[in-house]
């Protein structure tokens, strides 16, 4: 069964696809305010490591090894296929399982100077590990139908793949560059980092500075907010929609070439907000007592719930683009700058 967050941007994400074709408006319960911390997770003594445990195994079948682990390790691997799942847990230790594919090894790369445990490790390949000292191209990268990681909350994960499917949940950050595959990552604590040049990026519930982009997909991101202040969002999609629902930045910064952009948020005082789009649409969201400068350039049409007053407009360019500056309320202590050439604006107020 879907959580009810779940279900809600399944939800979302179908209005997306719906706008996108019909150009029909948005109407979208309002985010609620985000905590103002993160919950703390407790860890506890992990069992006694079973790291370089020896398997005769061969490549395309089950492999798993274990290795004791700082609570906030960092761990670099790379995938060139299969489906990949990184969940964090309550352990110092790190776990990793590859089914029906390649042998592995877990070469630490840095300890930690007080407890000597693990702080830095890397997840390669068997073969690359065995002839590390010879001259010649490096195979480092992990195979199989299904691979697994169990780590600490506190780990970092940097990953580089091919074809790949990627789910990561429960760490402290994460940095995901691959070529191909859909990514999905929920509960992340302090920092996404996510790039896909063919697949869907879906962001749940995560904190910190937000870094996404997919060449041919669409982009959701579900209840997100800075770990810091000054932390910025930013999503870019060449081919796609983006759908952002409960975002709670002060710095946002979305494009997109060719789809529609759909945002349900707050724009916060002192804040700076720009959306892009080349040929789609862009539908905004927005409290009832917004107030912001607003600066708009379109090729369709401009509606918006929210008065306004404009202080300057003008009809430029060959296609007829027009543009604006209005005030939006009273305080004018934000900026929100929304830009389509092609497409329309429209700005809704919260219900």
Wanted: charged share 20%.
């Amino acid at each position: 069964m879907f959580s009810p967050e779940r279900k809600t941007l399944i939800v979302f994400a179908a209005l997306a696809i719906t706008i996108a074709a019909s150009n029909a408006l948005l109407a979208q319960p309002g985010p609620k305010n985000l905590p103002s911390t993160k919950p703390v997770v407790a860890s506890v003594p992990a069992p006694p490591s079973r790291a370089w445990e020896k398997h005769q195994r061969n490549d395309g079948e089950t492999t798993e090894r274990s290795i004791k682990a700082d609570p906030k390790i960092n761990i670099s691997l790379c995938v060139s296929e299969g489906s990949l799942k990184v969940n964090g847990w309550n352990r110092n230790e790190v776990r990793v399982l590859v089914s029906n594919g390649n042998n592995f090894g877990i070469r630490v790369q840095v300890k930690d100077p007080k407890s000597g445990d693990p702080a830095l490790i890397k997840v390669i390949s068997a073969t690359d590990d065995k002839d590390k000292n010879k001259s010649g191209p490096s195979n480092i990268c992990l195979n199989g139908d299904e691979i697994e990681i169990d780590a600490p909350h506190g780990a970092v994960l940097y990953l580089k793949g091919q074809e790949i499917a990627t789910t990561v949940e429960g760490i402290r950050r994460v940095d995901i560059k691959i070529a191909g595959g859909d990514i999905s990552v929920s509960n992340i604590a302090e920092a996404v980092s996510a790039t896909t040049l063919n697949g869907d990026l879906t962001v749940e519930q995560s904190y910190g500075a937000m870094m996404l982009e997919t060449t041919r997909g669409n982009i959701l991101v579900f209840d997100a907010g800075p770990s810091e202040i000054g932390d910025i969002f930013k999503a870019k999609s060449n081919s796609g929609a983006i759908s952002i629902q409960k975002l709670a930045y002060r710095s946002v910064e979305i494009k997109s070439l060719s789809g529609t952009v759909l945002y349900s948020g707050e724009i916060q005082n002192g804040g700076w907000y720009s959306f892009e789009n080349t040929i789609g649409s862009i539908r905004l969201i927005i409290p009832s007592t917004t107030s912001c400068d607003l600066v708009a350039s379109y090729g369709g049409a401009f509606t918006s719930d929210l008065p306004f007053t404009v202080t300057t407009e003008e009809i430029r360019g060959p296609g007829q683009i027009k543009s604006m500056t209005a005030n939006v309320g009273t305080k004018k202590t934000a900026t929100l700058k929304i830009t389509t050439y092609k497409g329309s604006i429209s700005i809704k107020k919260q219900p």
